[in-house]
């Protein structure tokens, strides 16, 4: 099938595609932070004009909540949101759901400052590059918004995304980037489906069931318990799930067990209901790892309850174990009314504690709450890169300084090659891992530090010779300008920052290479290369690499 030119990307109709970027700088600092305006960007001024959402001639205009329009949607933004146009109008809204040439009608649910969002009502004429979704669930469950959307067109999606958010949001020229090609295709990613290696599913109370769902639903508004997927926006509700096309097919068999003896009132097991805050189970948490001799699947289930009842969970735990490729069943208890997953309390109800998994040659031991790239077939493509634009000498000569670590994983692939690592990450367990994860590779020249990179002082790096090449790989909110500001001081050779969040990314490589003036920050980094990768077909995330050099 052939992809559809978006026309979002050409020339005036973009001129109103950008309201919401206003509010990446501001939104983005995870911690309290001083938050300078956007810069003067006319281009990114939504249009105003519109008489009456019926017609379309041309006085100031702003959509009432609840208000339907007609709509079309030119692009996907942010969080895979579409950004639509008023028929005759081009009023700019942003839609979740809808794809790039869809016709909808759609009522405005919220105004945003200076755009709108709407909800969906009804598709009039469908988007292109139309493909049947193969999930049952694709419409509903939140996770994956464009599986039908041909591939190839989620690709060119995701990288007109970066492209858009580095121009206007990083304020880079797209007249010089052109020039000196820093924009590079996205590498797609070659395994579609069953990539994820890790799932959580929760436990709830409240099993949703939407009014055109998948066939079989019917039964379960009776008793109301769900194991499944959040649905998207609500914290306490819950499609039930009985097959994710995302994870793989060993953690498939252990959801289908569960769904089928769980609800089994002989158990007496109960989901945790969030608003009562009673009940047990909380959250079925499922990864596929690799055994490191024979390189087959092996699974780690972890139950997150409420309390510490290992026999309550004894008959399930019987059943899953019969499952090959389970090698690991934990318990992880979180007694708090928060509802993560991560428990003050871990058990082994099962086998080991961690299963493995293969990067780049070495092996890493994963516990049920270490950080560990979801897709590993990507993560191979993706440290490859990160490897190549590292562009090390090989002599064994430089410092590597590894941001945002995790469990060392990609600071281990390079340790190789280089003089030392120095690893920095705020969680403990994955420090811990990390250090472990040098031991069990036989390298001896990386050492990982337990801290907050948004906390940093003027102490920060002078327990480490100064790096010839620094790896930044924050979460999506980027970094804090603090470490920014570090950076911009310590003026090491080379930068490669990867990143899960164009937006705040962008805004990053702006005051990098541009300064913020207001803080007395000057930029002196040079951006030689965006290279996204597609980590996760089906769905709005979007990974990028983009290497910085010192001017
Ligand atoms: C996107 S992950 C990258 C992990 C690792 N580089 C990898 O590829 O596996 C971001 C990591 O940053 C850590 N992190 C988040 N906020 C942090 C902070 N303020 N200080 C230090 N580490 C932080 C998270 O715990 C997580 O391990």
Redesign the pocket.
């Known amino acids: 099938m052939a992809v559809a030119v978006f026309p979002g990307c050409a020339g005036a109709s973009r001129v109103t595609a950008h309201p919401w970027m206003r509010a990446i700088r501001c939104s983005s600092f995870?911690s309290p932070s001083p938050c300078p305006p956007l810069p003067p960007h006319s281009s990114v001024e939504p249009s105003t004009s519109l008489p009456s959402p019926e017609s379309s001639s041309s006085s100031s205009f702003f959509p009432k909540r609840g208000k339907t329009l007609e709509l079309v949607c030119e692009s996907l933004a942010f969080k895979g949101m579409g950004v639509c146009k008023v028929a005759d109008t081009g009023f700019v809204v942003m839609c979740d759901r809808a794809l790039p040439g869809e016709r909808f009608i759609g009522r405005v649910s919220r105004k945003k400052g200076n755009y709108a969002e709407v909800t969906k009502l009804k598709t009039i004429t469908p988007h292109w590059d139309i493909v049947e979704a193969p999930c049952v669930y694709a419409s509903y469950c939140g996770g994956c918004k464009t599986q039908n959307l041909h591939y190839r067109a989620q690709l060119k999606a995701k990288e007109l995304q970066v492209r858009d958010l580095i121009i206007h949001v990083g304020r880079f020229s797209s007249t010089d980037c052109a020039k000196d090609c820093i924009f590079k295709p996205i590498v797609p990613c070659d395994v579609h489906f069953h990539y994820r290696n890790k799932m959580e599913f929760s436990f709830s109370a409240q099993c949703w069931v939407p009014s055109d769902g998948p066939r079989g639903d019917q039964d379960l508004i009776e008793n109301g318990y769900a194991l499944g997927l959040h649905v998207p926006g609500f914290f306490d509700k819950v499609l039930r799930i009985d097959k994710c096309m995302l994870q793989s097919e060993a953690t498939n068999k252990v959801l289908a067990i569960v769904q089928d003896c769980w609800r089994d009132p002989s158990l007496g097991l109960s989901p945790y209901d969030v608003h009562t805050h009673r009940g047990f189970l909380k959250h079925l948490m499922l990864r596929t790892g690799r055994d490191k001799r024979t390189g087959f699947a092996e699974v780690m289930v972890n139950f997150v309850t409420s309390s510490y009842k290992p026999e309550m969970l004894d008959p399930l735990v019987g059943r899953i174990s019969t499952i090959p490729e389970v090698v690991s069943v934990m318990n992880n208890v979180n007694s708090s009314v928060g509802n993560t997953s991560v428990g003050e309390q871990e058990y082994t109800l099962y086998g080991k504690s961690t299963i493995n998994e293969m990067l780049r040659g070495l092996t890493f031991n994963i516990s049920a709450n270490s950080?560990?790239?979801t897709n590993s077939y990507q993560a191979e493509v993706l440290y490859k890169l990160i490897e190549d634009f590292a562009n090390l000498k090989g002599d064994l000569s430089e410092i590597v300084l590894d941001l945002?670590?995790?469990?060392g994983?990609?600071g281990l692939t390079l340790a190789r090659r280089v003089r030392h690592v120095y690893g920095?990450?705020?969680?403990k367990q994955?420090v811990s891992d990390a250090r472990q994860n040098a031991v069990l590779n036989g390298i001896h020249n990386a050492t990982f530090i337990q801290?907050?990179?948004?906390k940093i002082d003027g102490d920060f790096g002078k327990e480490f010779p100064k790096p010839d090449i620094v790896i930044s790989?924050?979460?999506r909110p980027g970094m804090h300008l603090k470490l920014i500001k570090y950076l911009l001081n310590l003026q090491a050779s080379r930068i490669i920052y990867i990143s899960?969040n164009p937006a705040t990314c962008a805004r990053d490589l702006d005051y990098l290479c541009h300064g913020l003036p207001e803080k007395n920050l000057r930029g002196c980094y040079r951006l030689k290369c965006v290279q996204p990768v597609d980590m996760f077909p089906h769905t709005p995330h979007i990974e990028c690499i983009c290497v910085l050099e010192l001017c």
Do not use: K, R
């Open positions: 995870s950080f560990f790239q945002f670590c995790g469990t994983t990609i920095f990450e705020v969680v994955a801290g907050d990179l948004n790989d924050p979460n899960c």
